[in-house]
């Protein structure tokens, strides 16, 4: 598996665009839509800026899911969240996210991953002959890496790929702190995200290992579920 990062990485991509793309912002973009399709959401929507998703949402009749700087967008419905997603009355309905750096990266093709359906996109990423682990943020993407790096340990443990450094460097990090919880705690992105008051949040996002095992793909401006493990 090959790694990159941001937007620059997202163009790095679609420069060469072959394989399979996980895209990955652990704290919180793709935890929340996985939770929000988990939920039962027709699904999810990404788009870059709010007011885009404002009138995506109003011509759409879709939930509004979005934040900037951790925070609620004034008029949205719902924090970029994966809990207030799982606490939603979704079922059937259409999504419409945007956040701070997680819907900056999405592609066309990609598959949404997350601490909450690693084992499940590791397999799926068996299925294709190059995969891409895409994070989110270059200079706050620690926990990312982390996320990432599990999709990749669990793909090596179902026999495919070779250990890179990073993998290596995630088996080493999860010794030393004991539980992913610990890991991504100690990131910045993680304690801004306790700070503001989703600290379940992250407690979700670093204990519930595979809670969800299903497959959300982005194609034609949406994502929805490729497939349930």
Not at 31 to 53: N, Q
Not at 79 to 101: R, Y
Not at 118 to 136: I, K
Request: charged share 25%; proline share 4%; with cysteine.
């Amino acid at each position: 598996m090959r790694y990159l990062i941001g937007p620059e990485g997202r163009q790095q991509f679609l420069s060469e665009p072959e394989g399979t793309p996980i895209i990955v912002d652990v704290l919180r973009a793709s935890s929340t839509i996985v939770a929000a399709l988990w939920a039962g959401a027709a699904g999810v929507i990404p788009v870059e800026f709010a007011g885009e998703a404002l009138e995506k949402g109003k011509k759409m009749e879709a939930v509004l899911v979005g934040e900037r700087g951790g925070k609620k967008i004034d008029g949205f419905d719902f924090n970029n969240s994966p809990t207030e997603m799982l606490g939603a009355d979704l079922k059937g309905k259409t999504v419409v996210i945007t956040t701070s750096n997680g819907t900056r990266v999405m592609v066309e093709g990609g598959v949404i991953g997350s601490t909450l359906n690693a084992g499940a996109v590791a397999e799926y990423a068996m299925a294709g002959d190059r995969t891409y682990l895409l994070a989110s943020d270059p200079l706050k993407s620690e926990e990312d890496l982390d996320a990432a790096s599990l999709i990749e340990v669990m793909a090596l443990m179902l026999g495919r790929g070779h250990f890179t450094y990073e993998a290596e460097r995630f088996i080493q990090n999860d010794a030393e702190c004991q539980h992913l919880l610990d890991c991504i705690r100690r990131t910045p992105a993680g304690e801004k995200v306790a700070g503001l008051g989703y600290q379940a949040d992250v407690d979700m996002i670093c204990r519930d290992v595979n809670r969800f095992p299903i497959v959300p793909v982005y194609s034609n401006g949406r994502i929805t579920v490729e497939k349930p493990y």
